[in-house]
């Protein structure tokens, strides 16, 4: 089993649209949960970071986590064509441990 | 501020030559962990550095080796080159260990 699933999508929405990513792990030493988005061509840029369970705004943007079900979640509201990504959930253990273990990434497209 | 930048960008080899990548840290930033990115693996840990020493390693063969020189600038280095190497290679700095981590762009491996 993989330490973190994600569901590759592809996912295509029209503008305005709730979009729900989510992602499933199974190590229980994460502690630190992100979520990046990445654009064709370039690296990833952190959107949010989130260490306890409940839920974190910014913006269009709110991060779920649910610790004891294992499982994360990122909300888009009135999702917006600038949108169209690939969004990664990311974990950290903490400890020594310093890695990032990513999911593979859902495509998003937001159609205008 | 600059954000993260690696050279080159895009590289051809063929099989069994080796490659260095090269990455440049965001100022004042002392950690760099470097990824491989492939549509079929996602993004997977290679290593970690800080203060010009490894301290995390992912499980890749030892012909994936790098270092750290004391302006926190990075190389990686590839060595017999597969085809199963080419990938997307992204660079990664932190102020710290443990901290938010900021991507560069890629250097886009193809192994011929």
């Known amino acids: 089993q993989k330490e973190v699933e994600q569901d590759p999508g592809p996912l295509s929405v029209p503008e305005g649209a709730i979009v729900s990513l989510n992602c499933t792990y199974s190590n229980s030493a994460f502690q630190y949960f992100m979520w990046y988005r990445q654009y064709s061509r370039k690296g990833p840029e952190l959107l949010m970071y989130t260490y306890s369970s409940g839920n974190k705004e910014d913006g269009r943007f709110t991060a779920q986590v649910d610790k004891s079900s294992k499982y994360i979640s990122l909300f888009i509201r009135d999702s917006q064509p600038s949108d169209s990504a690939t969004y990664l959930c990311?974990?950290?253990?903490?400890?020594?441990?310093?890695?990032?273990?990513f999911g593979k990434g859902t495509l998003l497209t937001v159609n205008p | 501020k600059a954000g993260v930048t690696q050279t080159p960008r895009y590289l051809i080899k063929t099989r069994g030559q080796q490659v260095t990548l090269s990455c440049s840290p965001i100022?004042?930033?002392?950690?760099v962990s470097w990824y491989q990115q492939t549509p079929g693996q996602g993004l997977q840990f290679l290593f970690e550095?800080?203060?010009?020493?490894?301290?995390n390693k992912g499980n890749f063969p030892g012909r994936f080796s790098g270092r750290q020189f004391s302006n926190s600038r990075s190389e990686m280095n590839v060595s017999t080159l597969e085809l199963g190497d080419s990938a997307l290679y992204l660079c990664a700095s932190s102020p710290g260990q443990g901290e938010t981590q900021y991507f560069g762009p890629g250097t886009r491996l193809l192994v011929l």
């Open positions: 550095y800080f203060s010009e020493t490894q301290r």
């Open positions: 100022s004042g930033h002392r950690s």
């Open positions: 990311a974990m950290i253990s903490g400890g020594s441990n310093y890695k990032l273990t």
